[in-house]
């Protein structure tokens, strides 16, 4: 093999790609969305839109999503919709709500992938994707060496 | 290391073999023909050294992309649709065939499959999945079975001349062996899993042995029984013993539910098997089990298996056919003429396409998820329907099929015409 030569396994990674909205509402939302500390977009969600990130194969992976300065007086309906998200094409959201926290400031921690309070939805994958995916989808024993 | 063949690759070598009946080592559960499997003259007391070094020239092939001749079975499995032993190795190390490269790469044995490409195929890994043949000691003398997995049926060949010599000697007749057997379990690394299969296991006494030395070393806490019975017996003992255990798995060994079940898994009947099989199915449900049905369909049960997939459909039971039969050769399903195995086949899609409004289209692996049974059966049945269709005729095999019936009718005093009268002219033509 040449010396130069990528391994198959030396350029592999995995693609993140979101679907945001805002609610209807006059006033946008002011979000943060964020994957593994780098900050995709921050600022005022004015139109819907797409977003995606590449991440190392075997890389743990983390998502947030953050609604911040919300005036739920002035302005009760704003707030973000995560129309889809997925990894590798395995569709997260709308399927799989449920493995996403929401710490808000009312405590609101149904699974959703509406967010209308101030707060953080989340998804942690502390495992190389492939392995959380087998185990979430039911996919048996994942044995180890 | 290259990227191995996603199409040839398997990692079972990498943390599964099998002890024969005789206590001889393979290297894989699902392998039919045993002369063409890697054979060896250690035995079940000197496992590791064949896991770790005997095996290694099987890993090297896997790794470098090459065929395995002993692979066949797996091989024809998948071209007709069935889920093969190989593709469910592959998801126990997290490693799915449509997606391989990626999966490959993540799967938590990786480095062992790297470690190994260096080290010309050793491992130092241990076994953790285990299919253990107990011995032959069997009450049935199933017609498509052989001496060497039933002993009722060894004495009958024997007597009628169909075998020379009687099959060796049952490992675990040695208890010492078994004592030390236990012992080397006892000291494995994260054993995952043992399959006990038989003869019929539950009149194995080292079945209910092993069972309770392993719970005397708290084994049972953390490894998985699984094990086969043909429905005819029952042990308190045994079912006490396997409530112990953090998962069971259970393999219920029937091809249908009409009375050809009493010729061709002779001398069963099928009423008694039918209550012992309620019997299970209600404990292993009381006990959280999983329960399955094991099938192995022949030319005479195949036409009749829809009665176990609709029994399994409606209560929620797995079913499972591990391989499609491989010996007897005459006793295949494509043994039928064509036009037979049509028939069947439009039989089962007509089925299968009666329940179609709840049959995903997602190719399911995992046999064992509770919530996708209904999906396995309606796939499992649809592999059927596709081997009757486009396997190879083999039709030429009705005058050797005759020939054994013949023999073993002489013995048992019995005649398929009672059972399968349908097939009459096709059996008169071969010379019955």
Same mark, same amino acid.
């Given at each position: 093999?040449?010396?130069?030569?990528?391994?198959?396994? +030396?350029?592999?990674?995995?693609?993140?790609?979101?679907? *945001?909205?805002?609610?209807?509402?006059?006033?946008?939302?002011? &979000?943060?969305?964020?994957?593994?500390?780098?900050?995709?977009?921050?600022?005022? *969600?004015?139109?819907?839109?797409?977003?995606?990130?590449?991440?190392?194969?075997? %890389?743990?992976?983390?998502?947030?999503?953050?609604? =911040?300065?919300?005036? @739920?007086?002035?302005?009760?309906?704003?707030?973000?919709?995560?129309?889809?998200?997925?990894?590798?094409?395995?569709? !997260?959201?709308? %399927?799989?709500?449920?493995?996403?926290?929401? &710490?808000?400031?009312?405590?609101?921690?149904?699974?959703?992938?509406? /967010?209308?309070? $101030?707060?953080?939805?989340?998804?942690?994958?502390?495992?190389?994707?492939?392995?959380?995916?087998?185990?979430?989808?039911?996919?048996?024993?994942?044995?180890?060496? | 290391?290259?990227?191995?063949?996603?199409?040839?690759?398997?990692?079972?070598?990498?943390?599964?073999?099998?002890?024969?009946?005789?206590?001889?080592?393979?290297?894989?559960?699902?392998?039919?023909?045993?002369?063409?499997?890697?054979?060896?003259?250690?035995?079940?007391?000197?496992?590791?050294?064949?896991?770790?070094?005997?095996?290694?020239? &099987?890993?090297?092939? =896997?790794?470098?992309?090459?065929?395995?001749?002993?692979?066949?079975?797996?091989?024809?499995?998948?071209?007709?649709?069935?889920?093969?032993?190989?593709?469910?190795?592959?998801?126990?190390?997290?490693?799915?065939?449509?997606?391989?490269?990626?999966?490959?790469? %993540?799967?938590?044995?990786?480095?062992?499959?790297?470690?190994?490409?260096?080290?010309?195929?050793?491992?130092?890994?241990?076994?953790?999945?285990?299919? &253990?043949?107990?011995?032959?000691?069997?009450?049935?003398?199933?017609?498509?079975?052989?001496?060497?997995?039933?002993?009722?049926?060894?004495?009958?060949?024997?007597?009628?001349? *169909?075998?020379?010599? =009687?099959?060796?000697?049952?490992?675990?007749?040695?208890?010492?062996?078994?004592?030390?057997?236990?012992?080397?379990?006892?000291?494995?690394?994260?054993?995952?899993?043992?399959?006990?299969?038989?003869?019929?296991?539950?009149?194995?006494?080292?079945?209910?042995?092993?069972?309770?030395?392993?719970?005397?070393?708290?084994?049972?806490?953390?490894?998985?029984?699984?094990?086969?019975?043909?429905?005819?017996?029952?042990?308190?003992?045994?079912?006490? /013993?396997?409530?112990?255990?953090?998962?069971? $798995?259970?393999?219920?060994?029937?091809?249908?539910?009409?009375?050809?079940?009493?010729?061709?898994?002779?001398? #069963?009947?099928?009423?008694?098997?039918?209550?012992?099989?309620?019997?299970?199915?209600?404990?292993?449900?009381?006990?959280?089990?999983?329960?399955?049905?094991?099938?192995?369909?022949? !030319?005479?049960?195949?036409?009749?298996?829809?009665?176990? @997939?609709?029994?399994?459909?409606?209560?929620?039971?797995?079913?499972?056919?591990?391989?499609?039969?491989?010996?007897?050769?005459?006793?295949?399903?494509?043994? /039928?003429? =064509?036009?037979?195995?049509?028939?069947?086949?439009?039989? !089962?899609? @007509?089925?299968?396409?009666?329940?179609?409004?709840?049959? #995903?289209?997602?190719?399911?692996?995992?046999?064992?998820?509770?919530?996708?049974?209904?999906?396995?059966?309606?796939?499992?049945?649809?592999?059927?329907?596709?081997?009757?269709?486009?396997?190879?005729?083999?039709?030429?095999?009705?005058?050797? *099929?005759?020939?054994?019936?013949?023999?073993?009718?002489?013995?048992?005093?019995?005649?398929?015409? +009672?059972?399968?009268?349908?097939?009459?002219?096709?059996?008169?033509?071969?010379?019955?």
């Amino acid at each position: 093999m040449h010396q130069n030569m990528n391994h198959f396994y +030396d350029q592999q990674d995995i693609e993140i790609s979101l679907a *945001l909205k805002p609610c209807e509402s006059k006033i946008k939302p002011i &979000i943060v969305v964020r994957i593994n500390n780098h900050v995709l977009f921050e600022g005022v *969600l004015e139109d819907a839109r797409t977003m995606s990130h590449r991440v190392d194969l075997m %890389s743990n992976i983390s998502i947030s999503i953050g609604l =911040m300065n919300k005036n @739920y007086h002035n302005d009760p309906d704003s707030g973000v919709i995560i129309d889809s998200l997925e990894i590798d094409q395995f569709e !997260l959201i709308p %399927s799989w709500t449920q493995l996403f926290s929401y &710490i808000n400031d009312h405590a609101n921690n149904s699974p959703t992938n509406h /967010l209308g309070y $101030n707060g953080t939805w989340s998804l942690n994958i502390i495992e190389p994707f492939y392995r959380w995916q087998h185990k979430i989808t039911g996919q048996g024993w994942l044995l180890e060496p | 290391m290259p990227l191995p063949n996603p199409k040839t690759f398997c990692p079972s070598p990498w943390f599964h073999m099998r002890i024969l009946p005789s206590g001889e080592l393979r290297y894989c559960r699902w392998i039919e023909d045993r002369k063409n499997s890697l054979t060896s003259t250690l035995t079940q007391d000197n496992f590791l050294e064949y896991f770790q070094k005997e095996m290694s020239h &099987i890993r090297l092939k =896997m790794l470098q992309g090459e065929t395995v001749s002993a692979c066949d079975q797996c091989h024809r499995m998948e071209e007709h649709g069935k889920i093969s032993g190989r593709e469910k190795q592959l998801l126990k190390v997290g490693i799915k065939v449509d997606n391989f490269k990626k999966t490959f790469v %993540s799967s938590p044995f990786y480095n062992e499959f790297k470690a190994s490409s260096e080290q010309n195929g050793d491992t130092e890994l241990w076994p953790q999945d285990w299919q &253990i043949d107990l011995g032959n000691y069997c009450n049935s003398a199933c017609v498509f079975c052989g001496p060497d997995s039933s002993s009722r049926l060894a004495v009958e060949f024997k007597k009628l001349g *169909l075998i020379d010599k =009687m099959p060796p000697r049952n490992w675990t007749d040695d208890e010492l062996a078994v004592d030390r057997f236990i012992e080397t379990l006892a000291q494995s690394k994260r054993l995952a899993y043992l399959h006990f299969l038989g003869g019929e296991t539950l009149i194995t006494p080292a079945f209910k042995k092993i069972l309770s030395k392993l719970v005397d070393r708290g084994l049972n806490k953390n490894i998985s029984i699984g094990f086969t019975t043909n429905l005819t017996v029952w042990d308190d003992e045994i079912t006490e /013993l396997l409530k112990q255990y953090k998962e069971v $798995n259970l393999g219920m060994s029937v091809e249908c539910f009409h009375h050809i079940n009493d010729y061709i898994r002779w001398p #069963s009947k099928i009423d008694g098997v039918f209550m012992t099989m309620e019997r299970w199915i209600k404990i292993g449900k009381q006990q959280n089990w999983l329960i399955q049905f094991r099938i192995t369909p022949t !030319l005479f049960t195949v036409a009749h298996i829809q009665t176990i @997939y609709e029994y399994a459909y409606e209560n929620n039971v797995g079913v499972e056919s591990c391989n499609f039969l491989h010996n007897p050769s005459f006793m295949r399903m494509l043994v /039928l003429p =064509m036009d037979v195995r049509q028939n069947i086949a439009e039989k !089962l899609q @007509y089925w299968i396409n009666s329940k179609k409004s709840l049959f #995903s289209k997602e190719r399911i692996i995992n046999t064992r998820n509770p919530n996708k049974v209904k999906d396995y059966i309606l796939q499992d049945a649809m592999s059927y329907v596709e081997y009757l269709q486009n396997g190879p005729d083999e039709s030429s095999s009705w005058p050797a *099929l005759v020939s054994y019936l013949k023999k073993l009718e002489s013995s048992r005093g019995n005649t398929i015409l +009672d059972y399968a009268p349908e097939y009459e002219s096709l059996l008169r033509s071969a010379g019955y």
